[in-house]
């Protein structure tokens, strides 16, 4: 009997490589998700020292040239906040894009492993009765050499 070949093989090593690169695009995705996402918690934290610094300065020495420099920082550092949540929230959703795209691909790919192990097992099922048929058939032989020789 011919070995076990299936004729989906090519799609499923090229869904196999598609999972890897998709694997690889959630991994970059993930990291400029993260990288934005720690800029933006930076710049918030800059705005709370900021303001800590005018209520501190308001309550002791008063310096009012620094104080006008954080209250005109105030509005640049919102601003800023502001592109960076929207550039923050753009990578999430690319991130998700890219995952919900990797599900489709590995999906695809569980459904070409499952093809697979069928014919497979078909194959296996069509060998043992091919196995069988020959053994019987040896048996059958050896019988009547026997039968034919008493």
Known sequence: ???FLFKLQTAL???LK???IQKEKLYQATKVYKQNLRMLTGLKNRLVEIQDILRG???KNIDVLEIKNCQDYIPVLNERIKQQEEKTEDSRLEMERVRSKLLEI???RKILEKLKTRHYQEYM???LREEQKQIDEMATIGYVHKDSAV
Do not use: A, G, Y
């Open 106 to 108: 590995m999906k695809k």
């Open 13 to 15: 090593d090229i869904k």
């Open 18 to 20: 598609e999972e890897d």
């Open 57 to 59: 300065k308001q309550v």
């Open 125 to 127: 099922r069509e060998f």
């Open 1 to 3: 009997m011919k070995p």
